[in-house]
């Protein structure tokens, strides 16, 4: 994984990598949601 230095960002990259990261997490929410629905409905 690629480490950031958040503290030489300026403040449009820290609010894209906000976006990606949030974005990040719905998506693994959606996926373990998923199998978790899947494992109880089998």
Do not use: P, Q, V
Request: net charge positive; glycine share 4%; proline share 0%.
């Amino acid at each position: 994984m690629n480490k950031k230095h958040f503290n030489k960002m300026n403040d449009e990259e820290l609010l894209t990598e906000k976006k990606k990261r949030k974005r990040s997490k719905m998506y693994h929410r959606l996926a373990i949601g998923t199998l978790a629905g899947i494992l109880i409905y089998s």
